[in-house]
């Protein structure tokens, strides 16, 4: 039998989500973890939405036609 998950309340879903670990240095870290008490808001929440724009922003096609650069142009 499947298990359910009861609603206890609490703030709905939304939706499928799938989770990235991610390992910023601790400078970096230190920093939003600052940016975040003085937001009153928690990693997710602030990230998520960044993370979207810059996703939402890269066209896959161009990503995937790029040529690499022959090792005598790239220096």
Do not use: C, W
């Not at 703030?11 to 240095?25: A, E, I, Y």
């Not at 973890?33 to 096609?61: K, M």
């Amino acid at each position: 039998m499947a298990i359910q998950k009861l609603n206890l309340g609490g703030r709905p879903s939304k939706g499928p989500r799938h989770t990235f670990v991610v390992k910023p240095d601790m400078a970096r870290a230190q920093k939003l973890r600052r940016i975040l008490e003085i937001l009153d808001t928690n990693a997710v929440d602030y990230l998520t939405p960044l993370v979207a724009e810059h996703i939402d922003s890269i066209d896959i096609d161009d990503l995937q036609n790029q040529e690499a650069l022959p090792i005598a142009q790239a220096g």
